[in-house]
C-alpha cells in the first residue's frame, strides 16, 4: 500500500516562502509524482507535475515562475518550493502519484498540509 505524507505547510505571510515535502512509503523512481491544491469551497486543481527522472517538469499557469518542484528519489521525497506566496495560495495541497510507471494518471494520495497565505 502506497503511503505519502506532506509536511511543511503554515501561516506565512504574503510574499513569504515555504517547502513543501511529500514523503513516500515506497519507492517513486518509477513514478510521475504532483502536488495538486484544494480552497475552501472549490474543486482540486492541479499545480505541479514532475516526471520519473526529474528532467521534466509542468506547472499550472498561476504558479509559473514562483513555485519549483523537485525531487529525490534516493530518499522518495518529492518537494515543493513556494517563493511569492500570495492570499489565493492559500489551500490544503495534496501530494500524488502516479498509478504506474510511465502513466500520466494520479492514483494515490497523501492526507493533505495545510498553507494559509495573509495578505
Known amino acids: 500500500q502506497v503511503q505519502l505524507v506532506e509536511s511543511g505547510g503554515e501561516l506565512v505571510q504574503a510574499g513569504g516562502s515555504l517547502r513543501l515535502s511529500c514523503a513516500a512509503s515506497?519507492?517513486?523512481?518509477?513514478?510521475?509524482m504532483g502536488w495538486f491544491r484544494q480552497a475552501p469551497g472549490k474543486e482540486r486543481e492541479f499545480v505541479a507535475a514532475?516526471?520519473?527522472?526529474?528532467?521534466?517538469?509542468d506547472y499550472t499557469d498561476s504558479v509559473k515562475g514562483r513555485f519549483t518542484i523537485s525531487r529525490d528519489n534516493v530518499k522518495n521525497t518529492v518537494y515543493l518550493q513556494m517563493n511569492s506566496l500570495k492570499a489565493e495560495d492559500t489551500a490544503v495541497y495534496y501530494c500524488?502519484?502516479?498509478?504506474?510507471?510511465?502513466?500520466?494518471?494520479?492514483?494515490?494520495w497523501g492526507q493533505g498540509t495545510q498553507v494559509t497565505v495573509s495578505s
Open positions: 515506497g519507492r517513486i523512481s518509477l513514478y510521475r
Open positions: 514532475i516526471n520519473y527522472s526529474g528532467r521534466i517538469t
Open positions: 500524488a502519484r502516479g498509478r504506474a510507471p510511465g502513466s500520466g494518471e494520479f492514483a494515490y
